[in-house]
T-cell receptor, first 111, second 111 residues
């Protein structure tokens, strides 16, 4: 079975803090993705990566950066967290052209 | 802007009925289509993928694709209360890398 894990299920941070969300997959997938999900707005792609050290901006990259130093791990970084980044963050992975499998999600609250 | 449209619902059906969920997409070049189910507070899980025109059946679920009409649907036969969830339609971009998600249709099955 595909397993995608995320470092935290729930996270509370203060405005201005630097926040790291980590995602690990165990299926040797080339592609990894970060989404955020908000009521009424659906799933929106923040960044994705198709190889180690490679990244592409999604629809809403502003205020975020990513890092992929190893194939199995993809990190999302909020350089200076703001209240409008309070959201559910979902990581996914896939083979090239394949089905995306999601992690359990991290509910981030920024106070 | 590539779009995937779904009726937000809620769609309410009695137990044992057929639930019909619909999705339209704007990118005529899309080749891969997915239906995910998402329970409240959980991450999306794949139900069906479909790549060719016509029907694809898996147990109580049938996905239907009509590329000429840019239309994808999901039928759930013998609906059960456990099917109550939000159903997300997702369409792959032409490179087959990123998915564009609809905002989801909420299904409620009453016993």
């Amino acid at each position: 079975d595909v397993k995608v894990t995320q470092s935290s299920r729930y996270l509370v941070k203060r405005t201005g803090e630097k926040v790291f969300l980590e995602c690990v997959q165990d299926m040797d997938h080339e592609n990894m993705f970060w989404y955020r999900q908000d009521p009424g707005l659906g799933l929106r792609l923040i960044y994705f990566s198709y190889d180690v050290k490679m990244k592409e901006k999604g629809d809403i990259p502003e205020g975020y950066s990513v890092s992929r130093e190893k194939k199995e791990r993809f990190s999302l970084i909020l350089e200076s967290a703001s209240t409008n980044q309070t959201s559910m963050y979902l990581c996914a992975s896939s083979f090239i052209g394949g089905t995306q499998y999601f992690g359990p999600g991290t509910r981030l609250t920024v106070l | 802007q590539k779009e995937v449209e779904q009726n937000s619902g809620p769609l309410s059906v009695p137990e044992g009925a057929i639930a019909s969920l619909n999705c339209t997409y704007s990118d005529r070049g899309s080749q891969s289509f997915f239906w995910y189910r998402q329970y409240s507070g959980k991450s999306p899980e794949l139900i069906m993928s479909i790549y060719s025109n016509g029907d694809k059946e898996d147990g109580r679920f049938t996905a239907q694709l009509n590329k000429a009409s840019q239309y994808v649907s999901l039928l759930i036969r013998d609906s059960q209360p456990s099917d109550s969830a939000t159903y997300l339609c997702a369409v792959a971009d032409q490179a087959g890398t990123a998915l564009i998600f609809g905002k989801g249709t909420t299904l409620s099955v009453s016993s």
